[in-house]
Structure formats: C-alpha cells, structure tokens
C-alpha cells in the first residue's frame, strides 16, 4: 500500500506542475472582452491563456492559486514524500497525507470552478489522484495508535477550532444572504454557474472542524488525524489568499476594505495560528506500530 500511496503522490506531483505552469505561463495572445451574461451583467472577460473564458477577476485568483501550487505546495510535497519514504512514520505520512489534502481542494476548485479548457482531462486525472491518495493515506494513518500529550488539548485549540468553523460561514455566508434578499444571483457569478470555494468551506470543510473538535476532547485517533489535515489547509490557503490578491492588484483589481477583512484578513490569521497549532501537534505526538 505504501508503493502506490509514494506512486500516485508522484503522478500528483507531475500532474501539478502542469497545470500550474501552463495555468501560470502559457499565452495565446488575447486579451479581455466584455460579455452580457444570463443575468445581464457586463462582465470582463480574461481573454488570454488557459482561462481566456474566464472572467478577468476569476483568472487572477486562478492564476495567484496557480503561483501558490507550484512554488508553495508542490515543493513541500515533494519534501513530504521524501521524508516519508526515508522514515515511513506517523509523522511523515500524516505530513504527506495533509498535503495531499490541499492538493485535493485544489483539484476539485478547478475541475469544477474552471471554465471548460484543453487540461479538463488533466483537472480530472490531478482530482482522481488526489481523491484515491488521500484516500489511502487517511487509511494508513488511522492504523496507528496516536498519543498527544495533554498539552495539545486546551482550551485555546477548542475555540481556535470553533472559530475556523464558524469563520467560513462569515467570510462566505452574507454574500448569499445578499443574493437571496435581493432575488437574483451572487454578486460575482458572472459567467458561473456556481461559487464552488462557498459550497466545499460551508457544506464539508466547515463541518469537519466540529468533527474534529468532538474527537479531540475524546481522546480519539480521528481527532488528531483531522487536526493536521485541517491545519495543513489552513496555512496553505493563507499562503493562497495573499497570492491571489497580489495578482488581482496587478490586474488592476481593487477590492473593498470589507471584503479584505472577512474574506483575506480571516484566512491569513488563521494560518497563523494553524501554523502554530500544526507545530504544537507533530511536537506532542507520539506514534506506536508500523504502516501496513
């Protein structure tokens, strides 16, 4: 099971790097339009590269998405990968495990966020990768018997977890309040038929955050298992909001106080103190048997 979990994190690897880099760098030479879409909104359209059906704010958050997968994630996943086939630990592979997961959130965003484009086969085959690898190394995982120290379990971690829960519904849940009361579609649809980010934070990643608190303070595997997944996560897109809203500065993309406090300013706090925690959890863990 090890071989195919290192084999498939190794396809996740080549499978990123693509897309990323043509997402990032690839051109065609057009450049932005304006298109009335179904709501009869003029929207700015990208016009240009592997998101030239894209919106021109999408693309840029894509492509600031795009610049944190190739230079951020990716490398720490090959770090991750190396470490574990070297020590084949609890540590490493819950490490590796956790990255894989971003990988995860990344490949569903763009399989089902990205406009239709030549890599639609490569979305899918990077998704399939990242469902199947986590997949594995979740079941690898959990055959261990974790113990964490009592230190782990405070307090500060129980409302720093209640927070993150709570914090998605904040940032992404007055937008759709907005839409309802105003009977028509999100403010940012544009040529979308969906927010993917609001559906994956509010109806899955949210809910876990509960999940992983309850097992927590019953002491159980899954608790801590969950914890550096999430937290993992949490730093990774701290590290992808920042990119992303350079890229929309330089797009020429200015955006409202408010909307860098709840839906930028949350996420790179939380980064912060997930850094800590995810320090504070491989300090305090102990593993005991072997991975299958």
Not at 144 to 168: A, D, Q
Not at 219 to 228: I, P, Q, R, T
Not at 267 to 272: E, M, P, S, W
């Amino acid at each position: 099971m090890n071989k195919v979990f290192h084999f498939l994190t190794f396809f996740i690897i080549f499978l990123a790097i693509v897309i990323s880099g043509l997402g990032l760098f690839y051109k065609t030479g057009g450049e932005t339009f304006y298109f009335v879409n179904q709501y009869g909104d003029n929207v700015k359209i990208y016009g240009d590269g592997i998101y030239k059906n894209d919106s021109h704010f999408m693309a840029l958050i894509f492509k600031g998405t795009d610049f944190t997968i190739l230079f951020f994630a990716v490398p720490v996943l090959i770090f991750a990968l190396l470490m574990d086939r070297k020590n084949n630990s609890l540590k490493t592979k819950l490490f590796l495990t956790s990255v894989v997961s971003f990988l995860l959130y990344y490949s569903t965003s763009i399989s089902f966020g990205v406009k239709y484009n030549i890599l639609h086969l490569t979305y899918t085959a990077l998704f399939a990768c990242c469902f199947f690898t986590f997949l594995i190394g979740f079941s690898l995982v959990k055959d261990y018997n974790i113990k964490s120290s009592i230190k782990m379990c405070t307090n500060g971690l129980k409302i720093f977890l209640v927070l993150c829960g709570l914090s998605l519904f904040v940032a992404w849940l007055p937008d759709i309040i907005v839409s309802l009361t105003n009977r028509r579609s999100l403010a940012l649809i544009e040529v979308y038929t969906t927010q993917i980010t609001y559906v994956l934070d509010m109806g899955i990643i949210s809910p876990i955050f509960f999940v992983c608190l309850s097992k927590i303070c019953k002491a159980n595997n899954l608790g801590y298992v969950l914890l550096g997944i999430i937290l993992m996560n949490l730093i990774l897109i701290g590290i992808t909001v920042i990119n992303q809203t350079i890229f929309q500065r330089i797009g020429g993309i200015e955006l409202p106080i408010e909307v860098m406090i709840t839906k930028i300013g949350i996420f790179v706090i939380l980064a912060i103190f997930g850094l800590y925690y995810q320090i504070k959890l491989f300090r305090n863990i102990e593993n005991s048997g072997n991975c299958i």
